[in-house]
């Protein structure tokens, strides 16, 4: 059975998700709500502690509680990268027609603030190890962040890394200026005759970082999830490693898997 502070905040959230409840509305004072749910003020106070580190309400000091804005939610699968490998060989105007975040959002290209910084980096022992080099091995340490327009807080943060040797016979590569990219990182390996078989990720989550959460506007100590990727060519290497990370309020991971027969 679930505890009283869980069943109150599944009414509350439930209020909020059906727009009974706007966004910016001003929350029942805390002395309403313990009439309303006859609970005790500690019990409350769980409730709203867990919604606000699910970022459904916001507390200000000598105001109140409020619901909170509604952030752009992306909805990302498995099925993603093959689609990124279908696009490969298309020409540079169909790339550029469609992206992978208007695909994950459902929003027009135009809506995205999309940045990107390009580092030169060394290997250390977990990206060595990852990538399958020594450690010291040059590195392009890639940054992006992207935001809808309207919001002021990223969806996304990813830092990516490549092995300077498998991309240095296209210089375009090294720019940063040659960003966003139409086609991604599966359409830029493409160009120095690197095609991608494999991809894995691992995902977990954990409460955010202070610096994540100012990042992300979070909550201290909301969800984060934090994934890495990991891509691999056709002949076994590991030539991208990269460290995605959305806070948990604004992502949806799902995953289709086909299963054979069952042998006997």
């Known amino acids: 059975m679930a505890a009283k502070f869980d069943r109150i905040a599944a009414d509350l959230r439930h209020r ?45 000091h000598g105001r109140g509680t409020f619901v909170r804005a509604r952030r ?15 696009r490969v060989p298309l020409s540079e105007e169909e790339r550029l027609s469609e992206g992978a975040s208007e695909r994950d959002t459902g929003l027009p290209l135009e809506r995205f603030v999309f940045s990107a910084r390009y580092e030169e980096a060394k ?50 590569l090294m720019d940063e200026t040659a960003e966003p990219w139409p086609g991604g990182t599966q359409h830029q390996l493409s160009t120095v005759g690197i095609e991608v078989e ?43 490693v990269a460290d995605n990370k959305w806070p948990a309020d604004r992502m949806a991971l799902s995953f289709e898997t086909t299963l054979e027969k069952a042998s006997r």
């Not at 966004?23 to 409730?47: Q, W």
């Not at 099925?79 to 279908?86: D, G, L, P, S």
């Open 16 to 60: 909020i998700e059906s727009s009974e409840l706007q966004p910016g509305d001003r929350l029942p004072s805390e002395t309403a709500l313990l009439e309303e749910y006859g609970v005790s003020l500690g019990t409350l106070r769980r409730a709203l502690d867990l919604l606000e580190a699910e970022q459904h309400i916001e507390r200000v």
């Open 72 to 86: 752009t939610r992306l909805e990302r699968s498995s099925a993603r990268y093959q689609w990124e490998k279908n």
């Open 123 to 172: 290997a250390d022992e977990d990206l060595a190890d990852a990538l399958g080099v020594a450690v010291g091995t040059p590195l392009l340490r890639r940054t992006y962040r992207t935001r809808v327009s309207d919001e002021s807080a990223p969806f996304a943060l990813v830092v990516s890394h490549l092995v300077v040797s498998h991309i240095e016979g296209n210089p375009r």
């Open 198 to 240: 494999r991809i894995t990720d691992r995902v977990i989550a954990r409460p955010a970082t202070a610096d994540e959460a100012q990042e992300f506007e979070l909550t201290p100590g909301a969800p984060l999830l934090v994934d890495r990727k990991t891509t691999f060519s056709t002949d076994g290497r590991a030539v991208e």
